[in-house]
């Protein structure tokens, strides 16, 4: 699957979500995808979040 169908399907999810819970929940419902597809990487060795937070005190 390429990032163009995942864009797809995240942005048909997020519009259902936005059109059936209102602006919101739906924002909600984002925030707590992106912490649980973190804590995912993180358990599974594929996100290496220490390096991303190096990277800004950097700047």
Same mark, same amino acid.
């Given at each position: ?12 999810? &997020?519009? &259902? ?20 597809? &973190? ?21």
């Amino acid at each position: 699957m390429n990032a163009k169908f995942k864009g797809l399907i995240v942005g048909l999810v &997020v519009g &259902v979500l936005w059109m059936w819970l209102g602006f919101g929940e739906m924002l909600f419902v984002a925030i707590a995808a992106v912490v649980g597809y &973190v804590i995912g990487g993180m358990l599974g060795g594929e996100l290496d979040v220490q390096r991303f937070i190096d990277g800004l005190r950097r700047k």
